[in-house]
């Protein structure tokens, strides 16, 4: 997956954060020149400024406060499409369609049908981009052409709106990952809520800034009375959790990317002799050709997968750039830790 999405994320939320600041910083300015009553030290513009501060202060804090919860559900739900949609994306160019996980071959076709129904109905400028006709392509070359194909990833996120934390989970049930599972496990997000210590409490509970963020964006789009307004310190922890939120979410999707990775196009080292410092891998292998530089896919105890690029590889206390082995031969390969003893570890399966 694209580690810009990621980034670009993190900008988008950035400058939500800094227009608090400079809110922060405005408004002691004007609390400054506001109370100044020395007219010498006033020109008249600033005496404008003045008036125009004491007139529109309260609507300024409704309006403020309702752009800030816009925004932050707008970059909720953008980025929560755009990641989903990215991954199925990829997962195309690595996985035969009858391959694919049957989660997705399923809800593409099923899904599929009904963006066709809405792209029929014209009442959507969401997907103003899409042509029924190739929706309907993308459908056919999927079954047609398995190796070549596109698929309507547009389908599985039709129902994106109001993204509650449970409305995200089903989203991802339709690409066959259970989002709980993971976030229960994701260190991050456990050191912000205490997943650990609550695992009994009902998973709504544990995201209810999420769904509080989505409940208040509704109030303010449908036009709803507005009676309790966060103040910005507030605000901000809103900000800071969603961050850790939805980088969990991210994290969530690019493991399942590498575990299919190393299902498709890798193959597990069966004979693992020891691990050193952390970073150094002592192995038996056969039939492969590996390189420094390629990457070697480490699965952990409980189940997560990352990559780890290949810095050095050695026979004998040789190093070499590419080694070319039939018979089975012992190697030991370096890479940036950690890795440890009880982890499986995957090499990319060589075309001979």
Known sequence: MDELLKIQFKLE????????TYLDKMDVFMVTVATNEDPSLLSEAFRNLKNQHIAFERDKKFFEYKAVMISLYGVLEKYIEVWVK??????????????????????????????????IEDRWAKYQH??????????????????????NTDAFVIASGNLKHKRIVAIFETIGINLNDFLIKNKALNDVIGISERHH?????????INDL????????HGGEIDDLLERNIVKDYIAFLEVYCMSIFEALQENYIQQEAMHHYQEIKIVHHVWKKSILGCQVEQLIVAKDDFLIVKTG???????????L???????????????????IRTEPPIAQNCSFFLKRSAR
């Open 201 to 209: 409490v009902e998973k709504e509970v544990l995201y209810n800034k």
């Open 214 to 221: 989505v409940d208040r964006r509704n109030t303010i789009a």
């Open 314 to 332: 050695q026979v004998d206390n040789q190093s070499h750039s590419v080694l070319n082995i039939v018979d089975k031969t012992d190697i030991a």
């Open 13 to 20: 939320l950035n400058k939500i954060q800094k227009y608090l």
């Open 302 to 312: 409980d189940g997560h997968f990352y990559k780890r690029k290949i810095i050095e």
């Open 130 to 151: 899409l042509k029924k006709v190739e929706v309907v392509k993308n459908l056919h070359d999927c079954i047609q052409s398995v190796n070549r194909y596109q698929l």
């Open 86 to 119: 990215s991954y199925l994306e990829a997962l195309s160019l690595i996985i035969p369609y009858p391959l694919l996980n049957e989660a997705i071959q399923n809800n593409h076709f099923k899904q599929s049908i009904t963006l066709i129904s809405m792209l």
